[in-house]
Each structure stands twice: as C-alpha cells, then as structure tokens.
T-cell receptor, first 116, second 117 residues
C-alpha cells in the first residue's frame, strides 16, 4: 500500500487565486512528520513546510499553509495568492519514527500550473 | 543555512563506462546521506542510505554492485554508476541529514542529470 497518496497529477490555478494540493498518508506509527517540497523544472527540491504529528496547530510559512486533518490522515497544502513562479511539481513526503530518524517517503507529486 | 552540493550537475557518458557523482555538505557534517533517483515525470525513489565509515544500505531492487556508494568523510558521499546503460539515464539527487538541536533535518542537493548514450 502506498504510504503517501497525491491524487492530483496536475492542477491549474489562476494567478492570485488560492489552490489546495491534496495529500493523504498511511502510517501506524504515532510519531511522524509531514513535508511538502517544491521542484521547479531546474530539479532542485525546495523545502516548503513541515507538520509534526503531535503539532496542535496547522503549520504556516508565508503563503503556504498545511491543512492537517489527523483523523482523516490528510495533509493538504494550501497556496494563497498564487504567483507565476509557483508553477512547479509539488511533492508531499512523510518521515516515520521517533526522533525523526526515518527516511523520507515521497508521493507521486502534483504538477501545478499557474495561469496569468 | 545548510547547503548541499552535487557535482557534476549533468553528465553524458557512453554505454559501458562508469560515472561518479559527488555529494557534499558544505557547511555541516552529515553522518548520513541519501541517494535518490528520479525518472521523468515520476517521484523520487530512495536508492540507498549512506553512513559515514560504514557500508551503505540499499533499497530492495537496487543493485549494490552497479551503484557503488562511498561515504568516506562527514562531508562527502559518492555514487558511482558502473557499466552504465541507457536505462540508467535519470536524475540523481542526494540528500544530507544534519543533526540540529536534537532533531534531524534533511537537505537536498541540486541533482545530477545523467544521460547514457
């Protein structure tokens, strides 16, 4: 079974609008971390946001916020006020285990295209 | 900030030759580094976990004799693709783990695009 599921292969959003990228995860470990990365066409992986399984509040970083619904095992990324530079692949990832020592497991990614 | 570099950024080689890719943590020591492979329009797949001073741990299905990993120092890990074939053409990304304030943070290199002709 897939540990990280991203059901949207591609998404379009109008510039300046908000967009939600979906991510669901599967784990039986009570301690885990959830990550979102952006990968532009140049290839580098850019860390966006992190949510720990014990964090009470949803993580936010500038225009990025993570809608963490623990009971539903979902960790959707919300990008507000989309910009043309947001066009890229977005990967959701999970790290299991106490002490954050586990490996990162990636979803298949969502290609976001921002339209002017 | 923590910076991870990779060299070369891209390489073209002929089938049957070997290629070495370097991954360096520039401003921190990394006892653990990870090597990922990414095919076009696909996700990152972990190939192996490299620990300084010991043998790498390979993921299932990854040939350890083909993908040689050496983590000889706390700032350098190398991946050598031996006897490369066209199907080895891919984007190889390394990642270095930094221990910071009791937690573990993982930083990615910019990747190496390998094309085998």
């Amino acid at each position: 079974a897939q540990k990280i599921t991203q059901t949207q292969p591609g998404m379009f959003v109008q510039e300046k609008e908000a967009v939600t990228l979906d991510c669901t995860y599967d784990t039986s470990d009570p301690s885990y971390g959830l990550f979102w990365y952006k990968q532009p066409s140049s290839g580098e992986m850019i860390f966006l946001i992190y949510q720990g399984s014990y964090d009470q509040q949803n993580a936010t970083e500038g225009r990025y916020s993570l809608n963490f619904q623990k009971a539903r095992k979902s960790a959707n990324l919300v990008i507000s006020a989309s910009q043309l530079g947001d066009s890229a692949m977005y990967f959701c990832a999970m790290r299991e285990g106490r002490g954050s020592q586990g490996n990162l497991i990636f979803g298949k990614g969502t290609k976001l295209s921002v339209k002017p | 900030g923590a910076v991870v570099s990779q060299h070369p950024s891209w390489v073209i080689c002929k089938s049957g030759t070997s290629v070495k890719i370097e991954c360096r943590s520039l401003d921190f020591q990394a006892t653990t580094m990870f090597w990922y492979r990414q095919f076009p329009k696909q996700s990152l797949m972990l190939m192996a976990t490299s620990n300084e001073g010991s043998k790498a741990t390979y993921e299932q299905g990854v040939e350890k004799d083909k993908f040689l990993i050496n983590h000889a120092s706390l700032t350098l890990s190398t991946l050598t693709v031996t006897s490369a074939h066209p199907e080895d053409s891919s984007f190889y990304i390394c990642s270095a783990r930094r221990v910071w304030g009791g937690s573990y943070e993982q930083y990615f290199g910019p990747g190496t695009r390998l094309t085998v002709t």
